[in-house]
């Protein structure tokens, strides 16, 4: 499968703890990006790399949450001190000029925060 | 700054019915459209896109008109099967830069035998 590849894909944990959702792009796809949905909604975008620079950063995204790609390849996003409000499926994409800048997505990572 | 409006869900249809979701943007520029599906707990998948005024996009029986003139975006079925049912995002991405997709709400697509 050579798709967008997201882990873990369903993540339960208690308000207060870390957690951390990693993303393998397509090969070859030099864009990132990570956006969050909740039920009922659209996606909404969180952040965007371009090989390994971050080059953009949604309001949406506060301190509490970090992403990267060290290497221009996989991409991680931490949420620190989870807080209910968190509760979403994070989704991640990739594209590349290569694919007509058409952006894929994974199957999401959902996150539930008790 | 951009933002995509799409018509209120749910929508059910019977086997075989007439598909319209609509689909209305406001952009700065000369945006691409797009429109995806997600299926019950899974990610997105691009159903059809359109990239420059009039373009028209298809795919898998679907059909929508990038309309500049109306802003307009719509999602079209002649013939819905029960397979179809699922939601559907609007989203549109402005020219250059991150090309980010802004997402419409979606709408719940419910097809009866």
């Known amino acids: 499968d050579t798709g967008v590849s997201q882990d873990p894909r369903h993540k339960i944990t208690k308000r207060g703890q870390n957690v951390t959702f990693r993303c393998d792009p397509i090969?070859?796809?030099?864009?990132l990006y990570w956006y969050r949905q909740t039920l009922g909604q659209g996606p909404e975008f969180l952040t965007y790399?371009?090989?390994?620079?971050?080059?953009?950063k949604s309001r949406l995204l506060s301190d509490r949450f970090s992403a990267e790609r060290p290497k221009g390849s996989f991409s991680t996003l931490e949420i620190q001190r989870t807080e209910q409000g968190d509760s979403a499926m994070y989704l991640c994409?990739?594209?590349?000029?290569?694919?007509?800048?058409?952006?894929?997505f994974g199957e999401g990572s959902w996150l539930t925060v008790v | 700054g951009d933002s995509v409006t799409q018509m209120e869900g749910p929508v059910t249809l019977s086997e075989e019915a007439f598909l319209t979701i609509n689909c209305t943007y406001t952009?700065?520029?000369?945006?691409?459209l797009f429109w995806y599906v997600q299926y019950p707990g899974e990610g997105l998948q691009l159903l059809l896109k359109?990239?420059?005024?009039?373009d028209k996009g298809s795919n898998k029986g679907f059909e929508a008109t990038y309309r500049k003139e109306t802003t307009s975006f719509h999602l079209e079925k002649g013939s819905v099967q029960v397979s179809d049912s699922a939601v559907y995002f609007c989203?549109?991405?402005?020219?250059?830069?991150?090309?980010?997709?802004?997402f419409g709400k979606g709408t719940k697509l419910t097809v009866n035998p």
């Open positions: 994409a990739s594209s590349s000029q290569l694919s007509g800048n058409t952006i894929y």
């Open positions: 090969s070859e796809h030099n864009r």
């Open positions: 790399f371009q090989n390994e620079a971050q080059l953009e």
């Open positions: 952009a700065t520029g000369y945006p691409s």
């Open positions: 359109a990239t420059k005024a009039d």
């Open positions: 989203a549109l991405s402005s020219q250059g830069g991150s090309e980010k997709l802004v």
